[in-house]
């Protein structure tokens, strides 16, 4: 052992013991001495990635979170099936072949051929797995990847049936024409928690356009729009029923308007300058009637463009309507209705009968978000480039009012990045909003870390939750299993291939849509006719919500294995899956049993670039993850993502310096006083002419302070990191750690240098002071193991050999059980220490904590003094504020000697508590942030009470 390196290089080590666990399959092996124990049965759930782009930070703190719980839950008593799984379906793949293909409409698909395009989709999923492998290796996870899953296998795919199918069965799912969030890069509609994921403000042109009436058209009503593109489907307006709306003479134009008389002054910007004055408004216009909305209702206006105004439909476009959702805190208090393309538009106007339930509605926009031959002037344009050219129209047919630009919020496709629009689309729907309080009452079930975002963010979202469109009018993803006839009148939703094979006489082996669209089936109805597949596939999100059962192929396979295991013990992933992945598990496992869908879930926000800003490949503001645990190793990596505010759902600023740090701070001391430890002890066993043995007694058996003090606080540390872990605070268990290393390295091994030497005590005393540090060290070694596997692995590995067990681990010895210390192969095969309750010693940390402070200060004080530490001085004079008996009794013995070495004094007194005024004057301060909100003008005079109070009452309102 006497080949310990003066310094160790921490990533070359690292890569050392990941050949050795890959030769000895240290991961595999793990599993098998759990199966063989028979230990419980932990569940954890890892969403899948998807695969065709690398790990990124993001990644690797998700990674490690689950890695840290996981690897705890195995090293107590626990087994814990941890597969690799890949999200192989939906936008994320088939955005990037049609970038790659140049791919711009759903026809060049079609004519391409769906078998070829998915093919070229399937030979992309898979790209990147090998290079997760080993960064996701090399970082010290344990994962199975030689067993994982993928959602586009035909066993994942068919569990999904089925759960569409349980969910079909209950009256879950209906089909809908619903307004929905649209992405025309994707072609294809998206959730709403999908049309919540990417936010940006951007900058629109907001219009204000007239309307005349047909009973008078020199009145005109007045609309405000952010949307022009929307303005040729126009076939109503709202107004709100009971708000107060004028008709005033515009004195400049003189033209005669009807607005809500609380928007005047978005005809009349003045009005909203501090300059306008009421007087001012007889210049402006002039009020000739008022009206209530709900009188306005029915009246009939001018069509703005002429595009829908002779179709059979038309007889009940273009009138007022009302309701609820109109409001005046923008706009004119008249919303245009355009139902093709806004929520409430569509709503409004199927209640009014302006439109009819399943009827077409004006829509002359394509799936791509161009508009078609309908509107001729802007055909093949893009909605959003079209606005300029509307606006123009506008402007030449006289109805435009005013033209201004409006910044705001707004949604943009979260795979694409371009800008959604809402449009009315055929879509298959789970019924949320029957099942939402139920859902709401799971959620109560489930423990969150932190708690904050679960009935913050989560529990909003839950209560607001809408029906939640599933369909997707894409090619590559798992096939909704429904046949039907033409007119929806048969319809069979099939829940297995063995199901549907039976029904249509065919051998299927795959379920992609190029497959089973092929596939017909005999109606029962009406003999001689086929029924056909709808020709949607799922939403990649119901695959990832159905992930509990469709990994493991329930129900067709591990039926009873899977029932007890559900809800799973623990999963964990970021922020943004809160609208995402959280809420689909919890939406099926609602609907399916009733159940959450898990029971513990950490919640890690999100990693930055160091200036604040998103992580971006293109601007290269983040160092590449595989350079900086080249650099100092994935256990600094991991120790520093997890000591951070990150793993409490909070943004953490990347900062490669923060890496270093760890490293210098934390395993760069570790390993000194390890390695300082191995020298020692290999010199007392020169001197002793015998070998080192580990043994608890001797190390229980000592009655010096600081060791009494180091094992009091290793058992402390046990049990704390035991609570802590058990509540899943990992941002509570790392500074714990962190502490305990600094008092390891900083104080008991340089306070007892000298002892460890054999310089003092003699070996005697050497050696007793070695077994405390060894048993120290092997419980702080095996305690780390799930937070730091690579630098506990090598210390064990060195620790073991002292162990008489340690000759056990000889022709396989070390790979079987009982797991023991020394003769265990890995750290990781071994059971965490349980802390002895019998050593915690509150007094013995107390009074070293107050030794620290006492060397600590003393140190200040010289150093403000400019004397040398080398300068002995007479005498250290302390006061303590209210100590213990025990505190003075300590300071005053067993530790005096450490405080008069480490200050380099002759003597130490303790001011007694009858002369403290005689060494300090206790004073108080406001604080006049806090005070002066609540005591205003009193605050001068409280202040002069305050800071004229005598020692005496000061300390008498501290005691109290």
């Not at 990674?63 to 626990?78: L, M």
């Not at 193991?785 to 070390?814: C, D, V, W």
């Not at 001068?940 to 109290?960: A, C, I, P, Y």
Request: charged content about 25%; overall charge neutral; some cysteine.
């Amino acid at each position: 052992m006497a080949s310990l390196p003066p310094a160790l290089d921490f990533p070359k080590t690292e890569e050392d013991i990941c050949a050795k666990w890959a030769e000895e399959e240290t991961f595999k092996n793990q599993d098998k001495l759990a199966l063989e124990r028979g230990d419980e049965e932990y569940t954890f759930y890892d969403g899948p990635p998807f695969a065709t782009g690398l790990p990124h930070y993001g990644h690797i703190l998700a990674g490690t979170i689950k890695d840290v719980v996981t690897r705890y839950a195995c090293q107590t008593s626990h087994r814990v099936s941890r597969r690799a799984g890949w999200d192989c379906h939906g936008l994320p793949v088939e955005y990037e072949i049609d970038q790659k293909l140049g791919i711009t409409h759903r026809d060049q698909v079609l004519a391409m051929g769906v078998d070829k395009y998915n093919d070229t989709c399937r030979g992309i999923v898979t790209r990147y797995t090998k290079e997760w492998e080993k960064t996701v290796t090399r970082l010290g996870r344990w994962i199975d990847f030689e067993n994982d899953y993928k959602t586009m296998d035909v066993t994942f795919m068919e569990s999904v049936w089925w759960v569409f199918r349980q969910l079909f069965d209950k009256g879950l799912v209906y089909q809908g024409y619903k307004v929905m969030p649209f992405s025309t890069a994707c072609g294809t509609p998206l959730s709403n928690f999908e049309a919540g994921l990417n936010y940006k403000d951007v900058r629109d042109p907001a219009v204000v356009v007239h309307f005349p009436l047909v009973e008078d058209e020199t009145v005109s009503f007045v609309a405000w729009t952010t949307t022009p593109w929307t303005l040729p489907s126009n076939i109503a307006l709202c107004v709100h029923p009971a708000l107060e709306y004028v008709k005033i003479l515009d004195k400049k134009s003189d033209k005669r308007f009807i607005i809500a008389k609380s928007r005047l002054a978005q005809l009349f910007p003045v009005m909203n300058s501090k300059k306008y004055k009421p007087a001012m408004a007889d210049d402006l216009y002039a009020i000739e009637a008022t009206y209530v909305g709900k009188d306005l209702v029915g009246k009939k206006y001018q069509p703005i463009f002429t595009y829908f105004a002779n179709t059979p439909e038309s007889v009940e476009y273009f009138r007022i309507l009302s309701d609820n959702y109109v409001t005046d805190d923008a706009g004119t208090g008249i919303v245009h209705q355009a139902p093709a393309f806004g929520e409430d538009d569509y709503r409004v106007c199927l209640a009014h009968k302006v439109i009819e339930k399943g009827k077409e509605l004006p829509c002359p926009v394509d799936s791509n978000g161009n508009f078609t031959e309908q509107v001729p002037e802007v055909k093949g344009m893009h909605v959003k480039k079209a606005d300029e050219t509307l606006i123009g129209l506008l402007k030449a047919n006289g109805r435009l009012v005013q033209k201004d630009n409006l910044d705001h919020s707004y949604p943009f496709c979260w795979r694409s990045d371009t800008p959604l629009i809402y449009k009315a689309v055929p879509s298959w729907f789970v019924k949320v909003e029957e099942i939402r309080d139920k859902i709401v009452e799971n959620n109560k079930k489930t423990y969150w870390v932190p708690n904050s975002v679960k009935e913050g963010r989560f529990h909003s979202w839950l209560t607001d939750a809408r029906d939640w469109a599933v369909s997707r009018n894409r090619f590559w993803g798992t096939p909704i299993p429904i046949w039907c006839d033409e007119d929806m009148t048969e319809v069979i939703c099939v829940g297995s291939v063995a199901e549907l094979e039976e029904l249509s006489g065919v051998k299927v082996e795959d379920l992609h849509k190029d497959v089973v669209d092929l596939v017909t089936i005999p109606s029962k109805k009406n003999p001689g006719q086929m029924l056909r597949r709808v020709d949607e596939v799922f939403d990649c999100w119901f695959e990832s919500g159905s992930m509990p059962y469709a990994q493991v192929h329930y129900p067709f396979e591990n039926k009873e294995k899977f029932e007890k295991g559900f809800p799973a013990d623990f999963i964990a992933e970021g922020l943004d899956q809160t609208r995402g992945w959280f809420y689909t598990l919890m939406v099926l496992s609602t609907a399916l049993f009733d159940k959450p869908a898990f029971k513990n879930l950490i919640v890690n926000g999100l990693v930055l670039a160091g200036d604040g800003k998103k992580m971006s490949k293109r601007l290269k503001n983040y160092p590449d993850p595989n350079d900086v645990i080249n650099k100092y190793g994935a256990d600094a990596l991991r120790m520093y993502l997890i000591n951070s505010p990150v793993v409490r759902a909070e943004s953490l600023k990347f900062q490669e310096a923060g890496v270093l740090g760890v490293l210098k701070e934390v395993f760069l001391p570790l390993y000194n006083a390890f390695r300082f430890f191995i020298q020692n002890m290999e010199r007392w066993e020169g001197n002793a002419g015998s070998k080192f043995v580990p043994s608890k007694e001797k190390a229980q058996s000592t009655s010096n302070a600081t060791d009494v003090w180091i094992s009091a606080a290793t058992q402390g540390l046990i049990k704390f990191v035991h609570e802590e872990m058990q509540a899943y605070r990992l941002y509570t268990v790392m500074p714990a750690l962190v502490r305990f290393v600094t008092q390891l390295t900083n104080w008991y091994v340089r306070l007892n240098r000298d002892r460890l030497k054999g310089l003092e005590g003699g070996e005697t005393e050497s050696e007793i002071g070695l077994q405390v540090l060894y048993d120290v060290l092997l419980s702080v070694t095996i305690l780390m193991a799930p937070f730091t596997p690579f630098i506990t692995e090598y210390f064990y590995q060195h620790l073991r050999k002292m162990q008489p067990s340690f000759a056990q681990a000889a022709n396989g010895g070390g790979s079987s059980n009982p797991v023991i210390p020394g003769k265990s192969d890995s750290v990781h095969y071994l059971n965490l220490p349980v802390y002895d309750e019998s050593r915690l010693n509150q007094d013995a940390v107390e009074a070293m904590e107050t030794l620290q402070v006492i060397v600590e200060n003393g140190r200040n004080v010289r150093e403000k003094r400019n004397i040398s530490l080398r300068t002995p001085v007479k005498n250290i004079t302390v006061v303590l504020r209210n100590p213990s008996a025990n505190v003075v009794d300590s300071i005053n013995g067993p530790l005096k000697g450490y405080i008069l070495s480490e200050l380099n004094a002759w003597d130490l007194v303790i001011v007694p508590k009858e002369q403290e005024k005689e060494w300090v004057t206790l004073g108080l301060t406001p604080n006049f942030t806090l005070l002066g909100k609540k005591l205003g003008k009193k605050m001068k005079d409280f202040k002069t009470l305050v800071t004229g109070m005598s020692h005496e009452l000061t300390h008498t309102t501290f005691r109290q």
